[in-house]
Structures are given as C-alpha cells and as structure tokens.
T-cell receptor, first 112, second 116 residues
C-alpha cells in the first residue's frame, strides 16, 4: 500500500525567502508523484508531477521538486516566496493500478 | 475547455436526511474520483469511477455510495446523514485509462456540506 508523509503541517517563511515543503512517500512499485495546491474555498490545482522522465520536475508559479529514490522523497521548493504563494500544499502518490493517495497537507504562510 | 463542475456549492442538511451531490467532469475525461476533506482527517478517498464502473473504493461505510452515467457525469449519495459527515466533498476527473494512473486529477471547487 502506498502512503505519503508531509513533514510540518504549517510552514512560515518571509517574502523572498526559500520555500521548502517536505514529502516522503512509501510505495512498493515505481510511483507517480504529484504536488497540488489549494487556495481557500477552492479545489486542488496541479503544481507538478513526476512520472520517471526526469528527477527534477519544474511546475507552475516557479515551483520545482526533486525525486530522490534513495531517500524516498519528493520535496517541493521555490527560490523566492511571494505573498500569493500562501495556500495549502498537498503531496500525492499513485502507481499503475491504484488511486491517488494524498498527504495531510502543509499550510504555507508568507510573511511580509 | 470547461473545468470540473460540482453542484450545489453549499448544502445544509439535518441528521438522518440523505443528500445527493453532482459532478460534471472535463469533457473527454472518463475517470471521476470523489474525496472528503475535513480539518481533522484531511483528504480521504471515497471512490473512483471509470466508464460507469467503480474502479476503487475507500474505507467509508455503506451510507456513502456513488454512480457514474454514460456521459461520465457522476453523483454521490450519503444516506442517514451524521454530524461527522460535515465536510467539503471534492470531485476530480482525469483522462487516465484503466490501470494508467499517471494522469493528474482536475478538481472541482467542491460542495460544502453542513449537517446540523
């Protein structure tokens, strides 16, 4: 069975600072990995996905994530935080036969 | 292309009643999944339909049911509502073919259900 662990339910950064949101996964087969973002009163939007083509994945809004098999990690980063990045972020995993499993989410706060 | 549409947006029901939520997927998408989102439990998978067949089911009681129509639209039903069913119910569609789950999910804005 697959699972996802997001370290830190809340992360706070200053505007312009590096954003790092951590995600570790567990999967018995090569996984597909995703990051989604949710703004208040909205559904989730895809930020980026990993499907084994390249270990460093670039997404929308300047976000990127690196797949590290040895660490079973897929951390999300952005070099410089913007106020509009404040939202809740979800890491998710699936494989070729199962549905998507989401992590518990990390709320990102950006301080001015 | 229109996005995933969920109706109604907000719903208030009383304990013991039943409710039906509707989801229209993105045109061409044949897979529809439903999730329950609450502050305490996060996003929990309810079920997934593909071409009118339930492909996967989460760990929810039988009071939660769903179906998918030939046009890929989906409904979920909750019978004998309990206070704990208050949540945001999210529907997501994808173009993923059977057994090919690298297709991202496209979410609607959800139905906020409040049970009093």
């Amino acid at each position: 069975a697959q699972s996802v662990t997001q370290l830190g339910s809340h992360v706070s950064v200053s505007e312009g600072a590096l954003v790092l949101l951590r995600c570790n996964y567990s999967s018995s087969v090569p996984p597909y990995l995703f990051w989604y973002v949710q703004y208040p009163n909205q559904g989730l939007q895809l930020l980026l996905k990993y499907t084994s083509a390249a270990t460093l994945v670039k997404g929308i809004n300047g976000f990127e994530a690196e797949f590290k098999k040895s660490e079973t990690s897929f951390h999300l980063t952005k070099p410089s935080a913007h106020m509009s990045d404040a939202a809740e972020y979800f890491c998710a995993v699936s494989d070729s036969s199962s549905s998507v499993v989401f992590g518990a989410g990390t709320i990102l706060r950006v301080k001015s | 292309k229109a996005g995933v549409t969920q109706t109604p947006r907000y719903l208030i029901k009383t304990r013991g009643q039943q409710v039906t939520l509707s989801c229209s997927p993105i045109s061409g998408h044949r897979s529809v999944s439903w999730y329950q989102q609450t502050p305490g439990q996060g996003l929990q998978f309810l079920f997934e339909y593909f071409s009118e067949t339930q492909r996967n089911k989460g760990n929810f009681p039988g009071r939660f049911s769903g179906r998918q129509f030939s046009n890929s639209r989906s409904e979920m039903n909750v019978s004998t509502l309990e206070l704990g069913d208050s949540a945001l119910y999210l529907c997501a569609s994808s173009s993923g073919a059977r057994g090919h789950n690298n297709s991202p999910l496209h979410f609607g804005n959800g139905t906020r259900l409040t049970v009093t």
